[in-house]
């Protein structure tokens, strides 16, 4: 456990609008993710980040966007919520093991 | 790039029965391997994970999984299932120092009494 947190947990959007859903961990790790997960197509990278300020994309980073200001938190952003971005978002940790622990996730809707 | 393929989408098995879940990858070095469970509604939980040594690894939970470089492989297994077996079952590969992980699609267990 590397006491992720996200938030929120459950949001519904509408199409055009900006969200932002934050990622917190504890345990002080340089690497952090954004990870969506959609049926058939299992969890697909984002963004990543490897310190503060220190970002790069993922396989799937078109319309997002994120920063990372302190360690301990990483955000993410839908500039302008697309349908085709209802999905579930984990945010990942890497341990010194070389693990990555996930969030509980959230859940986005875009209508 | 790296990959991993999950063939079966769904499997079904009885309680107390054996039960294997298959998992191939593509990767030019040594991989970093992993298995994961989602339980519904959850997040992931990390199984087990291969880095090197010893083919066979244990996890948590009386999972196994042996890596077979000849084949590309890393299944896992489990001698005897348990009603709370039942989830999606996500395996993934790593790069050296595990960087970036790339997920298969997964594969979701049922277990009928």
């Known amino acids: 456990d590397a006491g992720i947190t996200q938030s929120p947990r459950h949001k519904v959007t509408e199409t055009g609008t900006p969200v932002t859903l934050r990622c917190h961990q504890t345990?002080?790790?340089?690497?952090m993710y954004w990870y969506r997960q959609d049926p058939g197509h299992g969890l697909r990278l984002i963004h990543y980040?490897?310190?503060?300020?220190?970002?790069d994309k993922g396989e799937v980073s078109d319309g997002y966007s994120v920063s990372r200001s302190k360690t301990e938190d990483f955000l993410l952003t839908l500039e302008s919520a697309t349908s085709s971005q209802t999905s579930v978002y984990f945010c990942?940790?890497?341990?010194?093991?070389?693990?990555?622990?996930f969030g509980p996730g959230t859940r986005l809707t875009v209508t | 790039a790296q990959s991993v393929t999950q063939p079966d989408i769904h499997i079904t098995v009885s309680e107390g029965a054996s039960l294997e879940l298959r998992c191939n990858y593509s990767y030019g070095a040594t991989p970093y391997l992993f298995w994961y469970v989602q339980s519904p509604g959850q997040g992931l939980q990390l199984l087990l994970k291969y880095f090197s040594g010893d083919t066979l690894v244990q996890g948590i939970k009386g999972f196994e999984a042996e890596f077979k470089r000849s084949q590309s492989s890393f299944n896992l297994r489990k001698p005897s299932v348990h009603w709370s077996d039942a989830a999606e079952y996500f395996c993934a590969v790593g790069n050296f120092g595990n960087e970036k992980l790339t997920f298969g699609t997964g594969t979701r267990l049922t277990i009928i009494p």
């Open positions: 980040s490897y310190g503060v300020k220190d970002t």
């Open positions: 990942a940790t890497l341990a010194p093991s070389d693990e990555q622990y």
């Open positions: 345990e002080n790790h340089r690497y």
